[in-house]
Structures are given as structure tokens and as C-alpha cells.
């Protein structure tokens, strides 16, 4: 089925204190099947106004990351709202989530993404940990916003 639904006037949501607003809806990456197909759906999603794509490191073991690196460069960088979801057990110290934060970067051929977040909580990353690993993150200006998610 084809849509031919505008959404450049999409609601866009504050995030916390920030001056960052992003849209209330977008496409996710995880599960893609058919690549191909998959890039041209994301293609036509941002060219309707559906600007916020949710990727992972883990999602087909990162040629999610490569299909919307591909995407975003058709586009104007700061129009697309990327959120980066990394596998929690990354962030059980500063290093090896600053090395998976920066691998994704390189995947995708981006400087930066708006949002950094984790996949879970774990007995070694707990939130308190994780907020100290994100600040190490954040120092590295690989994300504008960041914020751990609840299990």
C-alpha cells in the first residue's frame, strides 16, 4: 500500500530542559529484511517530513547504521533527527562506549547524532554508572542530548 500523506507540519516534542525539539513520530531500523527496499521506504519516510530514525549497533549487525548513513546523505544533515541505540553492556565503562558511539559514527559517515541512548540496564551499567559514561560521551561532541532508558 502507498501513502501519499504530507508530514513536514508534524508535531514536534521539547526534550527536557534543552533547546532540542524532535518529531513526535519517525521509522525504526531494527528487523529489516530487504535492505534495498528498506533504503527507498526511509528515502520516501524523510521526504514526507518523517525526519527521526531510531538505529542500533545491533541491528543486522550494523548495515542498518550503513543504510541510514546512505539516506542521511540525500539529505540536509541537521534536518534528520538520528537516535543512536547502544547495547548496554557497551556502557559498562567510558571507553568501550565512547569506541562504540565513535564505530557508529564511522557506519553511518556522520559527525554527530541527536541522541544517545541505551538499550537496558544491567548489573554491571546500572543508571548511575551509565550517566557517568554518557558525560564521557558527551565530551567526545558526538551527540547533542543523551539519556539512559529505563528496563
Not at 518529531?23 to 524523510?46: C, W
Not at 540525500?74 to 548496554?88: A, C, G, P, Q, T
Amino acid at each position: 500500500m502507498v501513502y501519499s500523506e504530507d508530514f513536514s507540519s508534524i508535531d514536534m516534542k521539547s526534550i527536557g530542559s534543552s533547546n532540542e525539539k524532535l518529531p513526535a513520530i519517525g521509522v525504526g531500523t531494527k528487523g529489516i529484511q530487504d535492505f534495498k527496499v528498506a533504503e527507498e521506504a526511509l528515502s520516501y519516510a524523510f521526504n514526507l517530513g518523517l525526519k527521526l530514525v531510531e538505529v542500533s549497533d545491533s541491528y543486522g549487525e550494523g548495515l542498518a547504521q550503513e543504510l541510514v548513513g546512505r539516506v542521511i546523505k540525500k539529505f540536509k544533515r541537521d534536518e534528520i533527527f538520528v537516535v543512536l541505540r547502544i547495547d548496554s553492556i557497551k556502557f559498562s565503562d567510558a571507553e568501550s562506549a565512547v569506541k562504540a558511539v565513535s564505530n557508529s559514527l564511522h557506519r553511518m559517515g556522520v559527525s554527530y547524532v541527536d541522541v544517545v541512548i541505551s538499550a537496558g540496564l544491567n548489573e554491571i551499567a546500572g543508571l548511575s554508572m551509565q550517566i557517568k559514561i554518557f558525560r564521557s560521551v558527551d565530551r567526545q561532541g558526538s551527540n547533542k542530548v543523551y539519556w539512559a532508558r529505563r528496563p
